[in-house]
């Protein structure tokens, strides 16, 4: 074994809908209300996850453009766009969708073990290309020696054009490459094309019942 190719979202990120539920709140004071305000951040989030099915976002620079469109979408629907209220909006202009997401359980102590091992690190995540930018926000892109962003090569996963360009960049050939991910259809595809493939789970509490959910190797 001489690499690691892993997932972002559901392995190494999670959404943390506190935080953006404490924005919406936040939000919502300047006169639009927490149900509308809700509403209005929920069709942003759709807006990002179409762009990323769709590719139509290539660069930084397009992601930025694309960013700021949205905010201004969302100010506007917001009422934050008017006189006095400038220092609001200016704050959305500095977010961006990986502020509202977190570290996953053990995601640090994973990396960390991988690299021990003196593997070469890849994360394979159909995203926006910012996909350095949001393990940085979380301090994990130390550990990481290849960032393959679906929007940025061009085709996302399933595909098995995605793992051969992550492969190709990481100068590893499948049959010595351990991949995990979350997503059972991303892990059979993997697996097909000769890389070790495992799907991964995470445990943390559950906040209703204070038990744990799933985390590890299946």
Known sequence: MRGALLDRDGVLLLMDE?????????????????????????????????????????????EALFWNSLVQKVAAELGLSGSGKSSASGELHSWRYYHFMRQAPGAEALLRSLKEQGLKVGVLSNTLPSLRESLAYHGLDRYVDGFFASCSLGVAKPDPRAFWMALEGLGLAPEETLYLDDDPENVEVASSLGLQAAVYLIWEPSPQSGKASTRGLL
Request: no cysteine; proline share 0%.
């Open 18 to 62: 506190e935080a953006l539920y404490k924005k919406a709140l936040e939000l919502s004071i300047h006169g639009a209300g927490l149900e509308k305000t809700l509403a209005v951040l929920a069709r942003a989030e759709r807006e990002i996850n179409e762009a990323v099915r769709t590719l139509r976002v290539r660069t930084l620079e397009e």
